[in-house]
């Protein structure tokens, strides 16, 4: 902890004191979470401002016009204000609210896959995608004719940007739709060249950016993209609330998702009309609860700043990496050169469901499986990984546990 600290100024300790699950203790161990990829823990403004908007102030949004109802309503479109901030959007009427990640990539599929995007044109992914940047796009494919193309990556985990333009080439690729960093491999894609080469060739862009934007600042004036999705609850956030952020005209003339209230402005038995962006995608009673936490965590993440947080967590990768590496018999899986904090691996003799199962046993809470990207487990010869995931409130010594313990399962297999 003390030499990531020297080396980013980042005060570890502090911020692990906002964090009151971190406190508890596991079968008599110290509870060492791992898996923030997955879903991060909650700190206690994220808590608190839940907590307070349940107590003094619920009721639902843009309808009601009691005072709870407007306060409520100026609650929720602040974390609109704050996602834009984030996200250096050019206004909040660019930040559609939507479930989660999957929700907001499901929106894609259905409104610019069905309402923009013509038969006999492409969508291009990548060899590392998580099953909710796939499986909408392959519904598409089969409904509506759309053609799913798929780059590869090389051994060591990073795009092969050679196919990738090649795949461009006959400009039959309408939109471009990949992972801005994998979940399995901690790979960050190239996204300023991805978003030149595709526009070059006539593409729109949309990032994936559920793990990135946790690890690094995300501005999409200056990446150039056309969408951007992430979601709340790897962001610090609660679970239920997701984000698209998508270019006001590139909106405008996408169809609705989904119909219903609050996403109209007249309705007849005859004929309905759309409300503006971003509501006329937003139908029903909004995650209301959740947008007040995701405000929090918005505004809770910035407060630190993301030069420190990526400062810290590459030290902590760095850190991963070296102490993974010397333990005979584990596998680190990838070997990109730009990658945030995740690592996947294997142990020798070892399914990593096992491995899994003995660090829980001392505490240490870890994923294994596919993590939803059987694609990519199949591309690396495997079934199956580990994965170590960090957040701003990982420590050194945490991952020094993990490594020690690792090194007795070892034996143990052995």
Known sequence: ?????????????????????????????????????????????????????????????????????????????????????????????????????????NLMAHSYGRGVLKPGQAVLISAMEHHSNIVPWQMLRDERGIELRVCPISDAGELDMAAFEALLADGKVGLVSITHMSNVLGTYT??????????????????????????????????????????????????????????????????????GGDMISSVTYERSTWAQVPHKFEAGTPPILEGIGLRAAVDYVQAIGYPAIAAHEAALTEHALARMSAIEGVHVIGRAQDRGGVVSFTLDRAHPHDVATLLDRQGIAVRAGHHCAEPLMHRLGLESTARASFGIYTTTEEIDVLADTLTRVREFFA
């Open 1 to 105: 902890m003390n030499d990531v600290m020297a080396a980013t100024g980042f005060d570890v300790a502090r911020i692990r004191e906002d964090f009151p699950i971190l406190r508890q203790t596991v079968r008599g161990k110290k509870l060492v979470f791992l898996d923030s990829a997955a879903s991060a823990q909650k700190p206690r403004p994220v808590i608190d401002a839940m907590v307070q908007a349940m107590e003094t102030q619920y009721a639902n949004v843009h309808r009601g016009l009691h005072w709870m109802s407007e306060r409520t309503t100026e609650a929720y479109e602040a974390a609109r204000d704050a996602v834009a901030g984030l996200l250096n959007a050019r206004e909040r009427a660019e930040i559609v609210f939507t479930g989660s990640v999957t929700g907001s990539l």
């Open 190 to 259: 190239p996204a300023e060249r991805i978003v030149a080469l595709a526009h070059a060739h006539g593409a729109k862009v949309l990032f994936d950016g559920a793990q990135a934007v946790v690890h690094r600042k995300v501005d999409v004036q200056a990446l150039g993209c056309d969408f951007y999705a992430f979601t709340g609850h790897k962001l610090y956030g609660p679970t239920g609330i997701g984000v698209l952020w998508g270019r006001r005209e590139l909106l405008e003339a996408m169809p609705p998702f989904m119909g």
